[in-house]
Each structure stands twice: as C-alpha cells, then as structure tokens.
C-alpha cells in the first residue's frame, strides 16, 4: 500500500473521530432526572407488611365498621376529644367513614346526604355532576382498597407558626412530602384558620394505595382529613385533605 493512501485513511480516521467527539459535546443533556432520596423512616412506615386489610367491595361494610371502632378508640385517648362526650367521639369516626367513601367507593346519593347533614352548603346538582364524574372515572379506575387499619391515627391539632401543627407527629421532618387540599367556594361550616380560633381541631389518617398523579400507578401514602368541632351543630366537619407521601410520588388530595 502506498505512502499516499496510507496517509489518506490516517486523515479519514482523523476526520471521523473528530466529528464523533464534537457530536458528544454538543448533543442535548439527558432528561432522565436523578432518582430522590427516599428516607428509611418513609420506607417503614409506607412499608407492604404494614397494609393488614385488602378487602373486596362485598367485605367494605364490614371494615368500614371496624375502621369507625379504631377511630372512636384512637380519638379517646386525647382529653379535648374525649371531654365532648360518647356521641361526639362516635361522630368522628362516622365522620371518617363517610369521606373514605367518598375516596374509595362514591354513591351519589348517600355521599350528598352526608355532607348534607355535615352543613355543606353546595348546590344539589353542582354535588351531583361532581359526583357522577368521580364515579365514571372510578368504574374505569377502580381504586386499590389496600388499607392499613392499625396505621390509623388522630391526632390533636395544635396551633403553629403558619396555620396549624400535629401533635406528636413530626413527619415533614422526617423527609414525608405533604400535600393538603385548598378551600372551594362552598365551605362547610367551618372558619378560616379554626385551630387559631380555638376550635377543638383532630387529623385522622390511615395507610392507603393512592394513584400517583404522573404514572398512574398505585403506591402507598398516609391519607386522611382534617376535622373540627362546631359545638352548635354537635359534629364534626371535614375541612381538609391531607396525604403524607413518599417525596418521589405525588397524589391528588382526597375530595372534600
């Protein structure tokens, strides 16, 4: 082979290792976004043994009853809450069945007159096209009933440096992500800020399977709502969703 060839491959070879090397420094950052730190105290505590209950639609009643019991058990054990009386603890519980229904298995009728008789000022057929929406997409969506009945937790509200703090309960500290949901035009017959008014304020939650908002699939979250007692009406009345979650995941907040 000649001097003149072997120099003409030397430059090719030259040529196409230089275009390669410019294509790599100029071509688009990767998108992939690094993987978020997920801490152990999350793991455990969102962690599959800790899911007791996985009930199918005919055993809902059944649990529903028992999630009602440890509510009214869990609630009993805070003076404020306790110092209301018998009924008033039952009401809580009843009080969060009825927005678990609501989450995981609506009815139009039964979900509209629970709110109805918690205050709800919202009109009958703007609660109903609401509703009948939730429901289509749940028949296409079936929600997980995963639960974890012996997660379920109340928990005192207490007032804090911005709006409202839980009591005993740290876990935005502990690396949970929070999500609450915000006040529509309708209000149950709840005042802005009642922790800060002094209202006696509870935060029930429980372990449930929840969609995430972006892949669709299903991962645990602590959900749950926030509750106070309006004295006058003798009940408790939901005024906010809350989901404590893994900070790679997002979730809707639960309806009000």
Same mark, same amino acid.
């Given at each position: 082979?000649?001097?003149?060839?072997?120099?003409?491959?030397?430059?090719?070879?030259?040529?196409?290792?230089?275009?390669?090397?410019?294509?790599?420094?100029?071509?688009?950052?990767?998108?992939?976004?690094?993987?978020?730190?997920?801490?152990?105290?999350?793991?455990?505590?969102?962690? &599959? *043994?800790?899911?007791?209950? #996985?009930?199918?639609?005919? =055993?809902?009643? @059944?649990?529903?009853?028992? !999630?009602?019991?440890?509510?009214?058990?869990?609630?009993?054990?805070?003076?404020?809450?306790?110092?209301?009386?018998?009924?008033?603890?039952?009401?809580?519980?009843?009080?969060?069945?009825?927005?678990?229904?609501?989450?995981?298995?609506?009815?139009?009728?039964?979900?509209?007159?629970?709110?109805?008789?918690?205050?709800?000022?919202?009109?009958?057929?703007?609660?109903?096209?609401?509703?009948?929406?939730a429901i289509e997409y749940y028949a296409?969506?079936?929600?997980?009933?995963?639960?974890?009945?012996?997660?379920?937790?109340?928990?005192?509200?207490?007032?804090?440096?911005? &709006? *409202?703090?839980?009591?005993? #309960?740290?876990?935005?500290? =502990?690396?949970? @992500?929070?999500?609450?949901? !915000?006040?529509?035009?309708?209000?149950?017959?709840?005042?802005?800020?009642?922790?800060?008014?002094?209202?006696?304020?509870?935060?029930?939650?429980?372990?449930?399977?929840?969609?995430?908002?972006?892949?669709?699939?299903?991962?645990?979250?602590?959900?749950?709502?926030?509750?106070?007692?309006?004295?006058?009406?003798?009940?408790?009345?939901?005024?906010?969703?809350?989901?404590?979650?893994?900070?790679?995941?997002?979730?809707?907040?639960?309806?009000?």
């Amino acid at each position: 082979m000649s001097a003149r060839i072997i120099t003409a491959i030397v430059i090719c070879l030259f040529g196409l290792v230089f275009v390669l090397w410019s294509w790599s420094q100029n071509r688009a950052p990767s998108t992939q976004q690094p993987a978020i730190a997920v801490p152990e105290t999350v793991r455990a505590l969102l962690a &599959d *043994e800790r899911f007791d209950t #996985r009930p199918s639609r005919d =055993e809902l009643d @059944g649990v529903f009853a028992e !999630v009602q019991r440890l509510v009214e058990k869990n609630g009993r054990v805070h003076a404020p809450i306790n110092s209301l009386g018998k009924a008033a603890v039952q009401d809580l519980g009843v009080a969060f069945v009825e927005r678990l229904q609501v989450m995981l298995v609506p009815e139009v009728e039964r979900d509209f007159r629970a709110s109805v008789k918690r205050g709800d000022p919202k009109p009958r057929d703007e609660a109903f096209e609401k509703a009948n929406r939730a429901i289509e997409y749940y028949a296409k969506n079936p929600p997980k009933l995963d639960m974890g009945l012996q997660t379920i937790e109340v928990n005192l509200l207490t007032p804090g440096n911005e &709006d *409202e703090s839980v009591s005993g #309960r740290h876990w935005e500290e =502990e690396g949970f @992500g929070y999500l609450s949901t !915000v006040r529509n035009k309708y209000h149950f017959p709840v005042p802005d800020n009642p922790v800060q008014r002094g209202w006696i304020c509870a935060e029930v939650t429980m372990l449930l399977m929840r969609p995430d908002a972006i892949s669709g699939r299903n991962h645990p979250a602590l959900v749950g709502y926030h509750f106070a007692w309006n004295d006058k009406r003798q009940q408790w009345i939901p005024y906010q969703g809350v989901v404590y979650r893994s900070p790679d995941h997002v979730f809707a907040v639960p309806p009000l």
